[in-house]
């Protein structure tokens, strides 16, 4: 296990579902430093000479690194709706940006008319 548990009466279910790791915190804290700057699990177990598994479950618990920004998004419209804002889209601007937009253009149409 990973440090002390905070509060062992009450987490005697949780440790069944969360094998024992032989790292120390300090090792831990080792081991995700050496993986957020790109070595391996295998070349982090290597340089440390500890065991695979258990850098992988040191490693178990990191963040990810976030995905680049991709263009799909949810609209929680019809399809017709979702093409017209589509359509609507200047280049690179996040959806969310267009629905405002049009929706300002709307608001000031109205408001002139």
Do not use: S
């Not at 391996?40 to 976030?66: C, F, S, T, W, Y």
Request: glycine share 6%; net charge positive.
């Amino acid at each position: 296990m990973i440090g002390p548990d905070p509060r062992p009466e009450e987490n005697a279910v949780g440790r069944r579902w969360r094998p024992d790791c032989d790292l120390t915190i300090r090792q831990v804290r080792r081991v995700r430093r050496l993986r957020r700057k790109d070595l391996g699990p295998a070349a982090i177990a290597e340089r440390m000479k500890v065991e695979l598994r258990d850098v992988e479950l040191a490693m178990a618990a990191m963040r990810g690194r976030r995905a680049a920004a991709t263009n799909h998004a949810t609209l929680n419209v019809r399809r017709m709706t979702a093409e017209r804002i589509n359509r609507e889209r200047l280049p690179g601007e996040p959806i969310w940006q267009t629905v405002d937009r049009l929706l300002d253009e709307l608001e000031a149409q109205r408001a002139g008319a």
